[in-house]
């Protein structure tokens, strides 16, 4: 009889391997770039619909890669729990998601918001409308997260931030963003431009679920308040949140739950 229990137990323990969430890392070629990037795939455990697939897109921050998410936070307990397909693009150490005018190299904007969508809908389970699609990130992700959402609106239908760089002007010195804007004495305008806090005026009705996070202690809290009033004088909806921490992974591995908690309610039903 314990014999034949223990048989059924590993069975059991085989048979949850089998559909358990699981984490897979492919490349994906960028016609824009003309090179293939690297993106982590992280899959629920496999449900009975598996064409149904809402996704979220987690962008890392500058210096961080691909990889950076899942080294520091198991990402398929919460991929299961939400049911969603976690999806984490390279966005080289510095690209800031955006597509440089000076170099060809970095289009991540074009490879994050476009290409790689389309190779997800082809190869994947996903659902196709935007609604069922949300972006967010930390620091440089956090700005990208935004930027993109509010610059593709076709695509991603929720976007949120965490400790996100959301002016650029910040420092016109650090994170290599003149290697893609250009310095800032001669392109003021383009830094501007390219900044989510001087972007509140191209969103548009019918407004799309936005939260914004960050840690008191952050380096870019001012600049998060900053967004935040603009967005209230604008009457643009948001959900905005300070809460005890920095800039650090312990701050983000912790409030990373709130966000997908927060796509879950925004999900169309």
Not at 185 to 199: C, K, L, Y
């Amino acid at each position: 009889m314990k014999k034949r229990m223990m048989t059924l137990w590993l069975l059991l323990l085989a048979g949850g391997a089998l559909f358990a969430g699981r984490v897979d890392t492919v490349r994906v070629y960028s016609p824009a770039m003309d090179k293939t990037v690297p993106v982590l795939l992280v899959f629920p455990e496999q449900k009975e619909n598996t064409d149904s697939l809402n996704v979220v897109f987690l962008l890392h921050g500058y210096g961080g890669s691909f990889k950076s998410w899942q080294k520091h936070i198991d990402l398929r307990p919460l991929a299961d729990r939400y049911g969603v397909l976690i999806v984490c693009p390279d966005g080289s150490p510095n690209s800031w998601y955006l597509d440089s005018p000076l170099q060809k190299e970095s289009q991540y904007e074009t490879f994050t918001a476009r290409e790689l969508p389309r190779y997800i809908l082809k190869n994947h389970p996903a659902r196709k409308a935007a609604a069922h699609w949300a972006v967010t990130g930390l620091s440089m992700g956090g700005h990208g997260a935004l930027y993109l959402a509010m610059r593709h609106p076709e695509r991603f239908g929720q976007m949120a931030s965490m400790s996100g760089g959301v002016d650029l002007t910040y420092s016109t010195k650090r994170w290599d963003i003149a290697l893609k804007l250009g310095d800032y004495g001669h392109n003021r305008q383009r830094w501007h431009e390219n900044s989510v806090v001087n972007m509140v005026g191209q969103i548009r009705e019918p407004y799309r679920p936005m939260l914004i996070d960050c840690g008191v202690d952050d380096i870019f809290i001012d600049n998060n308040r900053a967004l935040h009033k603009r967005l209230l004088q604008a009457a643009i909806p948001h959900d905005y949140y300070e809460r005890p921490g920095g800039h650090s992974w312990d701050y983000w591995t912790r409030v990373l739950p709130y966000h997908l908690f927060f796509f879950n309610e925004h999900w169309p039903r």
